[in-house]
């Protein structure tokens, strides 16, 4: 089955820096990719996702992220964060023969002024 | 835009007692799932629901948990006798088809159970 690592459970950044948030995966079949981000209170927001076709994906409020099949990799990223990017980040797997997601454990981005 | 519904929004409950979470997936999408977040932690799949019947479930879905779909538009999980580590916030997601991937997620339900 898949499952998926968030190398960082927290990442403090100031505001207008550049931000990486990391995230492996491992499955023995293709696999389709995502980002969810949750704000304080509130429910899951698809970001981004890659399903196929080409491996930089953009999303929603400046982020993008990278597939790298190599690296098992599917990190996402922003050149410059703003205060309101202040929410916990979820990187998320599915197998291509079935719709069971996995989700990491979550990346927590605090962005301070 | 068609979205997931999910009711109530928050309920409180006292332990033992049964909980209906209810879903209202996306009128065209086959397949159905819950999901678990308990405060401050992962986000964790429960069961997938597929053709009126469990199509795979976490260990997490013992015999206290069930789901149902009535009719042509609910989706609900039922929690027989609540225990307090079942505070959690529930999601319930829809898909359209086997191989795409996606799920779309409802706001979520917030159980407390004291």
């Known amino acids: 089955a898949q499952s998926v690592t968030q190398l960082d459970s927290q990442v403090p950044v100031f505001e207008e820096a550049p931000v990486e948030l990391r995230c492996n995966y491992s499955?023995?079949?293709?696999?389709?990719l995502f980002w969810y981000v949750q704000y304080p209170n509130q429910g899951l927001q698809l970001l981004l996702k890659y399903l196929s076709g080409s491996t930089l994906v953009k999303g929603i409020n400046g982020f993008e992220a990278e597939f790298n099949k190599s690296q098992t990799s599917f990190h996402l990223r922003k050149p410059s964060v703003h205060i309101s990017d202040t929410a916990e980040y979820f990187c998320?797997?599915?197998?291509?023969?079935?719709?069971?997601?996995?989700f990491g454990a979550g990346t927590r981005l605090t962005v301070k002024p | 835009e068609p979205e997931v519904t999910q009711t109530p929004s928050h309920q409180v409950t006292q332990m033992g007692q049964e909980v209906i979470l209810r879903c209202v997936p996306i009128?065209?999408?086959?397949?159905f799932y819950w999901y678990r977040q308990i405060l401050g932690q992962k986000v964790e799949f429960l069961v997938s629901f597929y053709n009126n019947e469990i199509s795979e479930k976490s260990e997490i879905f013992d015999d206290q948990f069930s789901v149902e779909r009535p009719d042509g538009s609910n989706f609900t999980l039922k929690i027989r006798s609540t225990k307090l580590e079942d505070s959690a916030m529930y999601f319930c997601?829809?898909?359209?088809?086997?191989?795409?991937?996606?799920?779309?997620f409802g706001e979520g339900s917030r159980l407390t159970v004291l």
């Open positions: 998320a797997v599915s197998e291509g023969n079935n719709n069971d997601m996995r």
């Open positions: 499955s023995s079949v293709s696999v389709y």
């Open positions: 009128s065209n999408h086959l397949y």
């Open positions: 997601a829809s898909s359209e088809a086997s191989n795409t991937g996606e799920l779309f």
